[in-house]
């Protein structure tokens, strides 16, 4: 029996079953990602591997109702959020059939003896992504569009729950154009991943996850010097020491813990809020999330949707139960309804707790009270992660201040959900390593070449 299914987390129904790669399908996905790396992947122009990327993004827009309607039935994301991520994708993909051409460029090198010396950009052959089922089209997109219009070739093992979706993005790159072997899905076992990672042919590996996955992955693809991205976990801060709208930072912290039904590495987790404001924060921001709408995902005004599974539910309702067991106060929500999980507040966490530094994948704010400044980043950076942060405040100097102490991979200053195809997105300390979008991603996996000329 395949772990590979779509279960309708909303209904707790099986809708379909995916059988998985065999051994002899593997090698062959093998053989063919090398030769098409090997051949394609080296004698293409840039400019013909920018006209596929451009198709793919064409293809996701043409397609977008059919493939939002995937992840709303495999994992539960709110239909509107489903569109919107299949919209992102798209413009993600673009982007790097846009700036094709500054990305590939030869990049010049001042020496200081006579004659020339310059970057030149290369491909480096089959690459393995492993990718989460939290964003299913966003995650493979800013991985596999980058990397394949330098000339890499990708081998895609996606969550055992999107197997649907997974399969419409490897349909979507061959109704591009992309010849065989230059993207393809496979269904595979932890196992079979560790063995494609130590496989000679494959040059790197890309991981989405936990913790424990990246670990594991990293472990395997250092035992076999392979180079190795990692995006993990986050427990992002939402710091706000000074507003002149309250109702509007109120409004952004829920939208930033809310968005994906809370499930998203880089959400807002961590509200810590200055003294002055915590009383009048803490009133609105409960208000709201005790507001936000837990329904059918396909309905056009849910805010929220089931968690991707009733074993992700229950795993959120045991941090929070044992959260508060451990003197946390629960203000609103906490309470599981199969696969639904509540928007949900608890405050007076403290460090002797586990909620103190444990990553919530669901809709769960924790709101921390801190007396100044220096606490509050103090207070951030207790996290052993670092990916996002976010900063609020009408003090454009303290914000300056801040974002240089803040411990993580990217701040946001008096804005929330601002990912945007230019930016890189990555992290710090147990949040991984390495970048994605922007012009970032495309020197993760490439050969840059010295070409030193006398």
């Not at 991985?143 to 093992?157: Q, R, S, V, W």
């Not at 991979?409 to 992290?427: H, I, R, T």
Request: glycine letters at 8%; hydrophobic letters at 45%; one cysteine or more.
């Amino acid at each position: 029996m395949s772990d590979y299914k779509v279960v309708n987390p909303a209904t707790g129904q099986t809708l379909a079953e995916y059988p998985l790669t065999t051994s002899a399908e593997l090698e062959e996905a093998l053989a063919t990602a090398d030769a098409a790396a090997k051949g394609w992947g080296r004698t293409s122009s840039v400019a013909d591997r920018a006209a596929l990327i451009r198709r793919t993004a064409e293809l996701h827009r043409e397609r977008r109702e059919d493939l939002a309607a995937i992840i709303v039935r495999e994992m539960g994301k709110p239909l509107a959020a489903a569109l919107g991520e299949v919209d992102f994708a798209a413009d993600i993909t673009e982007f790097y059939a846009d700036n094709a051409e500054q990305i590939m460029k030869d990049q010049p090198i001042d020496i200081l003896a006579e004659g020339t010396a310059v970057i030149r950009r290369s491909s480096l052959g089959v690459l393995l992504g492993i990718m989460p089922w939290n964003f299913p089209y966003y995650q493979v997109a800013r991985f596999a569009a980058p990397n394949l219009l330098i000339g890499n070739t990708i081998l895609l093992k996606h969550a055992p729950q999107c197997p649907e979706s997974s399969a419409a993005i490897e349909t979507i790159y061959r109704d591009a154009g992309f010849p065989a072997g230059a993207y393809t899905n496979l269904y595979l076992t932890n196992e079979q991943s560790a063995e494609v990672i130590a496989d000679p042919r494959v040059q790197g590996v890309s991981v989405t996850g936990s913790e424990r996955a990246g670990a594991a992955v990293a472990e395997v693809a250092g035992r076999n010097l392979k180079k190795v991205v990692l995006e993990l976990g986050g427990s992002d801060p939402f710091i706000l020491l000074s507003t002149d709208d309250l109702d509007g930072a109120v409004q952004a912290a829920a939208d930033a813990r809310l968005d994906n039904t809370g499930q998203s590495c880089n959400a807002a987790k961590r509200f810590i809020v200055a003294d002055d404001l915590y009383q009048p924060f803490l009133e609105k921001f409960t208000a709201v999330m005790s507001g936000a709408k837990l329904g059918d995902p396909f309905a056009d005004d849910t805010v929220l949707g089931p968690l991707s599974s009733e074993l992700a539910a229950e795993r959120l309702a045991e941090q929070v139960d044992r959260a508060v067991a451990q003197g946390a106060t629960l203000v609103t929500g906490g309470s599981r309804d199969g696969a639904f999980y509540p928007a949900t507040v608890l405050t007076d966490v403290t460090p002797q707790m586990d909620a103190y530094r444990e990553e919530f994948f669901g809709p769960v704010g924790v709101v921390y009270r801190v007396a100044d400044e220096d606490e509050a980043v103090k207070v951030a950076n207790s996290s052993p992660f670092g990916l996002g942060s976010y900063v609020f405040t009408t003090d454009e100097a303290q914000a300056e201040r801040i974002a240089d102490k803040i411990e993580a991979g990217m701040v946001y200053v008096n804005l929330v959900l601002a990912d945007s195809p230019e930016l890189p997105f990555g992290g710090v300390k147990r949040s991984g390593t390495g970048r994605e979008m922007g012009l970032l991603a495309a020197d993760e996996f490439v050969n840059k070449k010295l070409v030193r000329v006398g």
